[in-house]
């Protein structure tokens, strides 16, 4: 399984960006799908993910300002970040984990750079 992700760039503090994150493969489902972020010098976390059935997970440090949702038939997620702040530049890598062939599997995408301008 492949994850595709776009989205992303510069913003201003206080601005907006949206992720996206597209899964493709042969008969696959996933189970969780959503980001992770690593800034300079730091190690990767979580960021929010999101379940099959709809249940989301935020980071604290997100909460309130980021909201994850997902459309199953697309196998695709989004992450919207509003509110940015400069502590929330990073490189976000997509995740996603679920079943293939009844095999278990995990997948990560690309990182795309978000950069966020005091």
């Known amino acids: 399984v492949q994850l595709q992700a776009s989205g992303g760039g510069l913003v201003q503090a206080g601005g907006s960006l949206g992720l996206s994150c597209a899964a493709s493969?042969?008969?696959?489902?996933?189970?969780?799908i959503g980001w992770y972020r690593q800034a300079p010098g730091k190690q990767r976390e979580l960021v929010a993910t999101?379940?099959?059935?709809?249940?989301?997970n935020y980071a604290d440090s997100v909460k309130g300002r980021f909201t994850i949702s997902s459309d199953n038939a697309k196998k695709t997620a989004y992450l919207q970040m509003d509110s940015l702040q400069p502590e929330d530049t990073a490189v976000y890598y997509c995740?996603?984990?679920?079943?293939?062939?009844?095999?278990?599997?995990?997948?990560w995408g690309q990182g795309t750079l978000v950069t966020v301008s005091s």
């Open positions: 493969g042969r008969s696959f489902s996933f189970t969780a």
């Open positions: 999101i379940s099959s059935d709809g249940v989301a």
């Open positions: 995740y996603a984990e679920g079943f293939q062939m009844r095999a278990k599997w995990n997948s």
